[in-house]
């Protein structure tokens, strides 16, 4: 995290191998910048005040040293666990009925979505996600955009009334 300039490092992610999590390069073994909301900045301090970050050396290749978020025992998280007791039964007590569409990935798509429905560039939310391909990002996000008709419109209506004086 670089609370200084809002961003969030992405070198690393925490995956299971041989049934045992264990810190590697991001997916397609591409590290990334994702701008950090100053909110969420802020709830991550207090969390780090709170907690701290995972003992053990750290360095800029994958390890546990430092990260954010880990069992109480201190060992990265499994997924797998954590889906099933914490995740889960989250969503049964806000009376929701667990499915893939509101899995932890489904907060990967609402993070793309919001940013594209706030125009945030297709480019730079390929680059956020990790994808080498726009059109990949393009192809996956654009139906999560309900209102790119309303912008539509009114991108030519912002025209017309701009150049009442003038006839096209």
Avoid at 31 to 55: I, Y
Avoid at 90 to 103: C, E, Q, Y
Avoid at 113 to 124: D, K, P, Y
């Amino acid at each position: 995290m670089d609370f200084d300039l809002l961003e969030i490092n992405v070198r690393q992610q925490v995956k299971l191998i041989n049934s045992r999590p264990s810190p590697a390069l991001p997916k397609f073994q591409k590290t990334r910048v994702v701008p950090l909301p100053e909110f969420v900045a802020t709830l991550l301090a207090q969390h780090l005040e709170t907690v701290g970050v995972l003992d053990g050396e750290q360095s800029l290749e994958p390890c546990i040293g430092g990260l954010l978020f880990y069992f109480r025992e201190r060992t990265p998280i499994n997924k797998n666990y954590y889906n099933t007791h914490v995740w889960r039964p989250a969503i049964l007590a806000a009376g929701i009925t667990p499915s893939r569409s509101n899995g932890t990935h489904a907060l990967r798509h609402f993070c793309a979505s919001t940013w594209l429905e706030h125009g945030v560039s297709i480019r730079a939310v390929a680059e956020y996600l990790g994808h080498s391909d726009p059109g990949f990002t393009l192809r996956t996000y654009t139906h999560l955009m309900p209102k790119s008709d309303e912008y539509a419109r009114a991108a030519f209506l912002w025209l017309a009334n701009s150049n009442s004086d003038k006839r096209f």
